[in-house]
């Protein structure tokens, strides 16, 4: 599969399959059109996938935006893909092709964006791809399960609860359902005294077995029934436990909508066409100045880790110095007093202190932020040096060892 190259690709474009293969990226003109629109609005937001997701992400939380969710559908595309492609490779039957598993998956969207929590540390991206597989996988279990059950095995390992759900879901009424709940009641009852263990292959009751279910059936619905209804024969209730089965299955199944299906009565628009295209400039700007307050807390930390290590280095007497001068506040005159030195050495060796440090944190600049050493960057590393020694060797609870002379 071809990865998408830019921001406006990864969160306008929705994946194509032919003869079960990927085939291509068919992009969304309305999603194209938002995401210029931001980053023309704001063309020193971050070119990151994960900004941008991030961002419809609480989007999508605060106002339910249709907008935001489409762009998540998109972005998460190839996030899909990757875990059906991984997914099927692990299963022996070929019934379920590629875009079917990648189908089934997508439309979970959704609860993805409801499960995502960013405080976790995990991006959406690779929580998603975690999700995804988890479905997939489910997906292709219960499918092989079902399609190999026949209707009596099916219902005979089936639960009340899903029983029950299938049904609502279907839309019967409370008084249909509870008689086919009283059906299938009475069928595990009679039908498991004769079926064989652990078999998927039940054949369907016979004559005899039939009229077990309907004595029982007509002898239960005086006591479990409002009203009791008629008395029911053999067939009749197999026609119901029949319905049942098939409900069950498209429950247990269910079919797959998609973003791209046209809109009832309108053939010529999809469902994502309606979606709006303002941006939400208050809540960019807070993504963006959380994102830049972050990089400036992970700089920081980064700086004062180069740093500790640096003055580590130094000898014994340089760092004598330094707390003499940072910490106790002594001027060069009187630490030269305090140690039997010349003042011109006291001064010649803090420099050489502060020049080690800073060429450690000149480095660190290059290698990190790519910041060639010029002369004004450096006088911004010099006095970002300066507050760092000072607040240093000033903290609240300093290390006493480091604070001793």
């Not at 940072?326 to 030269?336: N, P, S, V």
């Not at 800073?358 to 004004?376: E, G, K, R, Y």
């Amino acid at each position: 599969m071809r990865p998408r190259q830019n921001i406006i690709e990864s969160f306008s474009t929705f994946i194509q399959f032919s003869d079960d293969c990927f085939s291509g990226w068919v992009p969304d003109p309305k999603l194209q059109r938002s995401m210029r629109s931001c980053l023309a609005q704001l063309p020193e937001s971050p070119a990151s996938g994960n900004f941008w997701a991030l961002y419809w992400h609480k989007l999508w939380q605060a106002k339910a935006s249709k907008l935001a969710c489409s762009h998540l559908y998109a972005y998460l595309q190839e996030a899909c893909y990757w875990a059906a492609q991984k997914t099927i490779s692990s299963f022996v039957s070929l019934q379920y092709t590629l875009p079917d598993c990648f189908q089934a998956s997508i439309t979970e969207t959704p609860k993805i964006l409801q499960g995502f929590r960013p405080v976790k540390g995990f991006s959406l991206n690779a929580y998603a791809r975690v999700v995804f597989s988890n479905v997939i996988r489910n997906t292709l279990r219960q499918h092989q399960e079902v399609d190999i059950c026949t209707n009596w095995a099916l219902l005979s390992k089936l639960s009340q609860k899903r029983f029950v759900e299938a049904l609502e879901q279907a839309g019967l009424g409370a008084e249909t359902i509870a008689r086919y709940r009283l059906a299938w009641f009475c069928f595990k009852q009679c039908y498991s005294l004769h079926k064989a263990a652990g078999t998927r292959q039940l054949p369907q009751p016979d004559q005899a077995t039939w009229q077990t279910i309907a004595q029982l059936y007509n002898t239960e619905r005086h006591c479990q029934l409002t009203p009791p209804g008629p008395v029911c024969s053999p067939a009749t209730l197999e026609t119901w436990l029949a319905k049942s089965a098939k409900q069950v299955r498209t429950y247990l199944y269910p079919a797959k909508t998609s973003l791209n299906l046209p809109k009832s009565g309108r053939e010529s628009t999809e469902l994502q066409d309606e979606l709006p295209s303002n941006l939400d400039q208050s809540l960019l700007a807070d993504m963006i100045a959380e994102e830049e307050a972050q990089n400036r807390q992970t700089q920081r930390m980064q700086i004062n880790t180069v740093l500790r290590k640096a003055l580590v280095r130094l000898d014994v007497q340089k760092q004598q110095l330094l707390r003499l001068y940072y910490a106790k506040g002594l001027t060069q005159q009187q630490i030269a007093q305090k140690l039997d030195l010349k003042q011109y050495t006291v001064s010649r060796r803090l420099s050489q202190a502060r020049e080690a440090l800073l060429l450690a944190l000149a480095d660190w600049s290059q290698t990190t932020l790519h910041i060639s050493p010029d002369s004004n960057v450096i006088r911004y590393i010099s006095t970002a040096l300066e507050e760092w020694l000072q607040g240093y060797y000033n903290r609240p609870d300093p290390d006493l060892s480091e604070r001793s002379t």
